[in-house]
């Protein structure tokens, strides 16, 4: 079966931050833009999170438009995508909100971590291990066995870093808020790693526009600019 199309999605600060280093959670989108990614999230087959965004958000990570979720079904699909995360260690907590809202949920460990896991999301998640390390390339060669076509990535930091440090990753949608947090120990978008093309390679812009006052930055990675 194909992979499916990835999309990493992000909320950046003017200085490249996804976050400020404060006990709450920097708000970086409008209301605009949080109906936007409401949007993406309903055409996406599957929805996924690092371990590090579950433990610091504890999200939830539904469609929350009652309308798209009909939508969905109505095209017969399940009323949300399906929810994905990854953890190395798979030391992730049962009482999470991310096991407990939506539809079906799936995990991705290690060798080392699936026993732990597999204990804890009993009843929650179909748990698989990706080897002796967790392999991006077999994650997303088992979503596309389960039929997933489109994959919307939210994060953090590690997991866009590695989607797009392998070459994995087709779509980028960069919201850009109109702040700045200045400290070097805030979260950021990427971190250092070996990028496909290195620093003198230009992705294709295929789209910028405005919502409200965030600037949204579509690129297509594993194209080149036409510039």
Do not use: C
């Amino acid at each position: 079966m194909p992979r499916p199309y990835v999309l990493l999605s992000v909320a950046t600060s003017i200085d490249g931050h996804i976050d400020d280093t404060s006990t709450e959670r920097l708000l970086l989108s409008n209301s605009e833009d949080f109906d936007r990614v409401d949007q993406v999230r309903a055409e996406s087959d599957a929805i996924l999170i690092g371990a590090g965004t579950m433990r610091a958000d504890n999200p939830r990570l539904l469609v929350n438009s009652e309308e798209r979720r009909a939508a969905r079904v109505a095209a017969g699909k399940p009323a949300y995508p399906l929810k994905v995360t990854v953890s190395g260690s798979g030391d992730l907590d049962r009482g999470l909100k991310f096991w407990h809202h939506g539809g079906d949920k799936v995990a991705y460990t290690t060798d080392d971590g699936y026993e732990k896991l597999s204990e804890r999301l009993r009843g929650l998640a179909d748990v698989v291990s990706l080897g002796p390390t967790v392999d991006f390339g077999a994650m997303l060669d088992d979503l596309g066995r389960r039929g997933i076509e489109r994959l919307m990535v939210e994060g953090g930091g590690q997991i866009h870093t590695a989607f797009l440090s392998q070459g994995l990753a087709d779509e980028i949608h960069l919201a850009i808020a109109p702040l700045v947090v200045g400290d070097g120990d805030a979260p950021r978008f990427l971190h250092p790693a070996e990028y496909p093309g290195g620093s003198t390679r230009r992705m294709r812009l295929a789209e910028a526009t405005t919502v409200g006052d965030v600037v949204l930055l579509r690129y297509l990675p594993k194209q080149e600019s036409q510039a």
